[in-house]
């Protein structure tokens, strides 16, 4: 038998219904803060992650799924792509490529299926979702006021309230900008001169060639060491440290919970200033529900023009396994199961199921339109079986089409859960399924 690969899996239905109740609600949301949707491609030249992440971050060094083209042009030979590991690079290349400032600040959603080659367990998989939100635009936009890092932290909050998520955690940082950056840098290969051979090599090597990257080292024996390092607020310049006071004062007047944590230097290279990581306990070893953070000079190394920038991207898997509800809570079975009783009824039961649902059922349903739902029978089910059908599929109605009911057109209507029936006037079924 030929499976799902490790660390892929399949979302079969009825859980689907959750997933699509996280992007319908996310939609909502991003609709009422003005963001729209952008659709880059899967897979990207692979020097795009490289120079946009890091050559020394986990997800470019161990992580990613990397193939060299065999086309047969010219130009497409040899080339090195990658499946996506995160969008915000590739959102900024289609900024630059589109050279998309001239519309000023753009607030761009995706929503969309990344790669990466993590050992998989419990809400880490090699194909996972991202839900991710970015702010960019030229600094003459507003891009890098704080005010767009405390909208873009603010609206993550109503996402997850609105999604019925409690008992989440704000940890927020500032990771400097690039000149705090170096000096921080430097004070780290200070502080780990005398200790560094103590460490694992791997963690050795990002000492020497991204110190910052140090605080990404996971082995036990380790932590000792980075919880003695320098923490990068004792090198905040004094625009960077009012930036990032505004954005806590404007969180507060919000009233936005948040904690300060000062390791908190995310395992990708773009970063400058406010990074932040929304946790969730229920989720055990893989708690970060999302992640994000400015990203002020990512553009210009891209090649592009100052395009100072903010965002974050939700693991959609994981915020799905802290929801606090089953499928049932947001889906609904169907209003109607028509049952077409006898030969030539499969046609009067088709006609009659296309104008069912074009009708509207006066029930809302997050991301659905609200139309009757109808199930359709066959002709060649005895009535029994009809009934058996419509109960499994916990129809509220069964609608029967017999050679009769078209002659007289009304048809027996029969509400499954009290056993009460009518016969109902065609013109007026639909209004009687709409009843409860
Ligand atoms: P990230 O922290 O690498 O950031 O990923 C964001 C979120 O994606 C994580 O918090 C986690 O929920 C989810 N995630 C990551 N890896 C996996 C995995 N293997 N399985 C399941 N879920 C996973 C970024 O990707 C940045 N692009 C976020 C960003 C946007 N920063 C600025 N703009």
Not at 46 to 75: N, Q, Y
Not at 192 to 200: A, F, K, N, R, S
Not at 242 to 265: C, D, M, P, W, Y
Request: charged share 30%; hydrophobic share 35%.
């Amino acid at each position: 038998m030929i499976k799902a690969v490790r660390g892929t899996r399949d979302l079969l239905p009825p859980d689907t219904a959750l997933w699509n109740f996280v992007e319908a609600t996310v939609r909502d949301v991003f609709r009422a803060y003005n963001f729209q949707e952008i659709r880059t491609p899967i897979f990207e030249s692979t020097e795009l992650f490289a120079r946009g992440v890091g050559e020394e971050t986990d997800i470019v060094a161990k992580e990613m799924f990397t193939w060299e083209d065999r086309g047969r042009a010219e130009s497409d030979k040899g080339q090195s792509l990658t499946l996506r590991p995160e969008n915000t690079a590739g959102i900024v290349r289609a900024y630059i490529e589109h050279k998309m400032w001239d519309r000023g600040l753009n607030k761009f959603f995706a929503i969309g299926p990344m790669f990466r080659r993590e050992r998989p367990q419990k809400g880490r998989y090699r194909q996972f979702f991202q839900i991710d939100a970015e702010v960019i635009g030229p600094p003459s936009s507003g891009s890098e006021s704080p005010a767009r890092d405390a909208e873009v932290i603010e609206m993550v909050a109503t996402i997850l309230d609105r999604l019925g998520i409690t008992g989440w955690t704000l940890q927020l940082n500032s990771v400097g900008c690039p000149a705090d950056r170096d000096r921080f840098n430097e004070a780290l290969r200070k502080a780990l001169e005398p200790v560094v051979h103590q460490m694992d090599p791997d963690c050795q090597r990002r000492a020497v060639t991204n110190p910052l990257r140090v605080f990404d080292c996971k082995v036990p024996e380790d932590q000792p060491i980075i919880e003695k390092l320098p923490r990068i607020s004792q090198f905040l310049d004094e625009p960077c440290r009012k930036h990032f006071e505004e954005v806590q004062a404007i969180l507060r007047s919000t009233g936005v919970e948040f904690q300060i944590n000062s390791r908190l230097v995310r395992g990708l290279d773009y970063y400058t200033r406010t990074a932040f990581e929304f946790t969730h306990d229920a989720l055990g070893a893989q708690n970060a529900i999302l992640g994000g953070g400015r990203y002020d000079g990512l553009s210009e190394s891209l090649g592009g023009p100052p395009a100072p920038g903010i965002g974050f991207a939700i693991g959609e898997d994981r915020l799905v396994l802290s929801l606090n509800k089953s499928p049932e809570d947001v889906s609904r079975p169907p209003d109607v199961y028509i049952a077409p009783l006898g030969a030539g009824m499969n046609r009067e039961a088709a006609r009659l199921a296309r104008e069912l649902r074009k009708s509207n059922s006066g029930r809302g349903n997050p991301g659905a339109n609200n139309n009757l739902i109808v199930e359709l029978g066959d002709e060649n089910f005895r009535l029994k079986k009809s009934f058996e059908a419509a109960d499994k599929l916990k129809s509220r109605y069964i609608l029967i089409v017999g050679e009769n009911e078209v002659k007289a057109n009304a048809f027996a209507l029969k509400h499954l859960a009290s056993g009460k029936q009518v016969t109902v006037p065609r013109a007026e079924l639909a209004a009687r399924i709409q009843q409860k």
